[in-house]
């Protein structure tokens, strides 16, 4: 599977520069320890769920990356202390 494609396609489709009225959460859209930036050009409002797949999808892109694995992992933990 053409896990980069998925990841350009749901940026494109689900990524926004403009702040959404409903909930959102900021992404990264070149991960910053894969060299990204804070630029307003390297960053887009992503919906929860299609921010937790953006994260999901760079793992498969990049699976022995120690940073984005738990970037991933840490978008998993709900109600942990």
Do not use: F
Not at 35 to 46: F, P
Not at 71 to 80: C, D, F, K
Request: glycine letters at 6%; proline letters at 4%.
């Amino acid at each position: 599977m053409n896990y980069a494609r998925h990841y350009d396609l749901l940026i494109q489709k689900h990524g926004s520069a403009v702040k959404p009225k409903v909930y959102s959460e900021r992404h990264h859209i070149v991960p910053k320890c894969l060299g990204g930036t804070d630029k307003e050009s390297n960053l887009i409002y992503l919906s929860a769920e299609a921010h937790y797949v953006s994260h999901q999808l760079l793992v498969k892109m990049y699976p022995n990356h120690q940073g984005l694995s738990y970037a991933a992992m840490l978008m998993t933990r709900v109600g942990i202390s």
